[in-house]
């Protein structure tokens, strides 16, 4: 995923599939923010994951064919593989998607009106809470921030 473009003529966000697009290289060059994970969906498809009997709730950023970005939390556990399926059936229009976190890790904060909530899953409830307790900070975040 990229985003925070140098040129002003790029999409504010991207998300880069480097087995489709020759060009990938020189487009991760005119971004300033680069987050490399793994690929849920690409180009309306699911692309990269297996079956598997492993379930847990899940974290994923996606863009729609309109280019709006989407922050995703499945609270509920899915395994990868499932998630994928009901993402591409939802009337989003999601178009990419990416895997985040998953698990107790798995989590979405966001601040509205100065109220910040904090979404986290559901996934192992007793787990997760010794797991957030272990802490020191925060694992992995993807922030953003409207601009003045």
Request: no cysteine.
């Given at each position: 995923?990229?985003?925070?473009?140098?040129?002003?003529s790029l999409p504010p966000a991207?998300?880069?599939?480097?087995?489709?697009?020759?060009?990938?290289?020189?487009?991760?060059?005119?971004?300033?923010?680069?987050?490399?994970n793994y690929r849920m969906i690409?180009?309306?498809?699911?692309?990269?994951?297996?079956?598997?009997?492993?379930?847990?709730?899940?974290?994923?950023?996606?863009?729609?064919?309109?280019?709006?970005?989407?922050?995703?939390?499945?609270?509920?556990?899915?395994?990868?593989?499932?998630?994928?399926?009901?993402?591409?059936?939802?009337?989003?229009?999601?178009?990419?998607?990416?895997?985040?976190?998953?698990?107790?890790?798995?989590?979405?904060?966001?601040?509205?009106?100065?109220?910040?909530?904090?979404?986290?899953?559901?996934?192992?409830?007793?787990?997760?809470?010794?797991?957030?307790?272990?802490?020191?900070?925060?694992?992995?975040?993807?922030?953003?921030?409207?601009?003045?």
């Amino acid at each position: 995923m990229v985003f925070n473009p140098i040129e002003p003529s790029l999409p504010p966000a991207q998300i880069i599939d480097i087995r489709a697009r020759r060009n990938w290289e020189n487009l991760m060059k005119k971004y300033n923010s680069v987050i490399q994970n793994y690929r849920m969906i690409s180009r309306n498809e699911k692309k990269g994951w297996p079956e598997l009997a492993q379930v847990h709730s899940a974290a994923a950023i996606g863009i729609d064919l309109e280019d709006n970005v989407l922050f995703i939390l499945s609270r509920a556990a899915y395994s990868v593989h499932d998630l994928i399926l009901i993402l591409l059936e939802l009337p989003i229009r999601i178009r990419d998607a990416m895997y985040v976190e998953g698990g107790s890790e798995a989590t979405l904060y966001y601040k509205l009106n100065n109220k910040g909530v904090i979404t986290h899953s559901n996934s192992h409830p007793a787990r997760s809470q010794k797991r957030r307790e272990d802490w020191a900070e925060l694992p992995n975040m993807v922030g953003i921030a409207k601009r003045e």
